[in-house]
């Protein structure tokens, strides 16, 4: 319902640090660097008085190339990789759809072995020091890439694992963040939405609680069309936290600090 202009005004004008753009299938750094160009210029020429970072990345649900990667991460701005979501074999196959292997992007191969060219892609990642959202997938194929990404020094996120359509247990959510990865609370699956019109809030309350506020992160997860936008979806995510109960500086370590130290970012300024 918004292009990445229109969010990062929004953002600029809700005084945040910094926003971060994924595409399921494409790369948003090349627009991320331009959309930061305009809101310089606005600063610059007082539309806007905050400067809000602008950053993007490579969604890879088109398979995990680590040569798309390679010339991926020589773009400005790149500070994400988002593995598979629409075509995850571990989603669908959570899904009960028995996937083709053709037809679905799998990241850990029939032995329990992380793909090698999912641990390329991992490597990559660490030696540029970008996060990976870890995508629509199941606990089978989360554990060895955490496991992994604990031995290769990789930032990693679990993707909204409170969403009905890729659901984790709170035991395992912990087990994963034991590893390191950051757990996604996101605010779609706390407010209701097209996607689960009837949701639990308490569920989100009690995954922070039972992981630690200080390995959870939050992203929007909103903007589509007939959904809130982004960054009122922030906002009533973060009234609906301090109304359940959960501490301010909690939440400032979920919004502000620790999704800084997934991009990498100086959590300090956060």
């Known amino acids: 319902s918004q292009n990445m202009l229109e969010i990062a005004v929004d953002a600029s004008r809700a005084k945040m640090r910094a926003v971060a753009f994924k595409d399921h299938w494409n790369i948003t750094a090349g627009e991320a660097y331009l959309v930061q160009k305009q809101i310089d210029e606005m600063v610059l020429d007082g539309r806007l008085e905050h400067r809000v970072e602008v950053y993007g990345g490579l969604g890879l649900n088109l398979g995990v190339n680590p040569e798309a990667v390679e010339v991926g991460l020589k773009y400005p701005n790149f500070k994400c990789l988002w593995f598979p979501t629409f075509k995850s074999f571990g989603w669908a196959r959570s899904a009960g759809l028995n996937p083709d292997p053709d037809e679905y992007v799998r990241l850990v191969g029939p032995s ?113 069309v007939l959904h809130l936008d982004s960054v009122s979806g922030m906002r009533v995510f973060t009234r609906a936290l301090l109304g359940f109960g959960v501490p301010e500086k909690d939440i400032k370590t979920i919004l502000c600090e620790n999704p800084a130290r997934l991009l990498g970012l100086d959590p300090v300024r956060a």
């Open 112 to 224: 329990g072995d992380v793909l090698p060219n999912v641990r390329r892609v991992m490597e990559l990642a660490a030696e540029a020091g970008v996060a990976i959202g870890l995508g629509h997938t199941d606990f089978e194929e989360l554990l060895p890439l955490c496991t992994l990404a604990k031995e290769l020094g990789v930032r990693t996120v679990l993707d909204h694992p409170l969403l009905e359509l890729n659901k984790l247990l709170v035991d395992e959510m912990k087990q994963l963040a034991d590893l390191g990865s950051y757990v996604g609370v996101y605010c779609q699956p706390m407010i209701p939405s097209l996607y689960q019109p009837v949701q639990d809030p308490m569920e989100t309350v009690e995954a922070i609680k039972q992981v630690g506020a200080a390995r959870c992160v939050s992203g929007s997860d909103f903007g589509q």
